[in-house]
């Protein structure tokens, strides 16, 4: 599957984009981020990845810094905003409509609950979580959270899911060891990030039995 190929390999991918694309590379990164924060039908696209990739091409000298950096912000920032609207204005809609189905009881439910234990700083906290960070400003924008509130937590959070994962990639993505195991480092990074969700499961299957 392209996709899956796309994570694993991302590293690859990046560099052919360079190769072939130049600068409108800035531009394919933006989207990604973007669409992949932005769009709650999307959230399996790679985010801590492909910062940290992103930051070791820089590290490499094929990509500007702080054109990444700046864009990555905007992107991250841009695309929570404009998915908490799209979950004030048709997110009920969408989630009766049970057309897409990472909207399910489950996602649903752990997003409700980091908001609910949380309250704004979900925002924030939801960044370092797959799937749950695309879910978490839907929900809020169906009248969990002020807006005004989420735009400050939105803000905080994009800059240091960013800052930290550009400049992992930064200082460590071009040794040699990462550029040797780069697929086993890619995982290792989808591991760390799903082990939150991981420990809640793992918690709720304790507490049923209980």
């Known amino acids: 599957m392209f996709l899956i190929d796309f994570i694993l390999h991302i590293g690859d991918y990046i560099g052919n ?3 072939l694309y130049g600068a409108f590379t800035y531009a394919i990164l933006f989207l990604v ?3 992949e924060t932005g769009l709650v039908i999307m959230p399996f696209l790679p985010g801590d990845s492909l910062i940290f990739a992103a930051g070791a091409f820089v590290a490499l000298g094929q990509l500007n810094y702080f054109w990444v950096y700046i864009l990555l ?3 991250a920032v841009a695309g929570d905003n404009i998915n908490y609207l799209i979950g004030k204005k048709i997110g009920q809609k969408i989630i009766e409509s049970k057309k897409v189905k990472y909207l399910n009881e489950k ?3 752990k997003a409700h609950d980091l908001i609910n234990k949380h309250g704004a ?3 924030l906290l939801a960044r370092f979580m797959p799937i749950i960070r695309t879910i978490v ?3 809020a924008g169906m009248g969990e959270m002020d807006h005004k509130r989420f735009t400050v937590y939105n803000f905080i959070g994009g800059i240091i899911w960013v800052t930290l994962f550009i400049n992992l990639g930064y200082f460590f ?3 040699e060891v990462v550029q040797e195991n780069f697929t086993l480092i890619i995982l290792a990074i989808i591991a760390i990030s799903l082990l ?4 809640e499961i793992i918690r709720n299957m304790i507490k049923s039995k209980k």
């Open 17 to 19: 984009f360079i190769e």
């Open 33 to 35: 981020i973007f669409i």
């Open 73 to 75: 912000i905007i992107a």
């Open 107 to 109: 996602n649903l439910n």
């Open 121 to 123: 700083k979900a925002v």
């Open 137 to 139: 400003p839907f929900i």
């Open 173 to 175: 993505g071009n040794t």
């Open 196 to 199: 939150p969700i991981a420990i």
